[in-house]
Nanobody, 115 residues
Framework: QVQLVESGGGLVQAGGSLRLSCAAS????????MGWYRQAPGKQREAVAV???????NYSYSVKGRFTISRDNAKNTAYLQMASLKPEDTAVYYC?????????WGRGTQVTVSS
């Protein structure tokens, strides 16, 4: 069983920055990929960024160049540094960890960007 806890969301003005954290705990060994997803009101959940254990990253087109995903393997923690935030980045951000045969999700953290 894997528990994921996100933190760092909040209200920020357009052009501002936020840093999200996702801490994984539980009966876990080696975590391969860690990812961030988001879901805006009335929209489907979408992938934002993913990072492999070795540090390889992939970003959605809408955030590339503005967001940076990183991780600390010793702490089983992933981060999402968000810069140049736009109102359209407003969403609940979820951490995702595929582990074993299951896909684990955190409860999410709200990010609101005001114009």
């Amino acid at each position: 069983q894997v528990q994921l806890v996100e933190s760092g969301g909040g209200l920020v003005q357009a052009g501002g920055s936020l840093r999200l954290s996702c801490a994984a705990s539980g009966s876990i060994g080696i975590i391969s990929n860690m990812g961030w997803y988001r879901q805006a009101p009335g929209k489907q959940r979408e992938a934002v960024a993913v990072i492999s254990r070795g540090g390889a990253t992939n970003y959605s087109y809408s955030v590339k160049g503005r967001f940076t995903i990183s991780r600390d393997n010793a702490k089983n923690t992933a981060y999402l540094q968000m810069a140049s935030l736009k109102p359209e980045d407003t969403a609940v951000y979820y951490c995702n960890v595929p582990y074993g045969s299951l896909n684990y999700w955190g409860r999410g953290t709200q990010v609101t960007v005001s114009s």
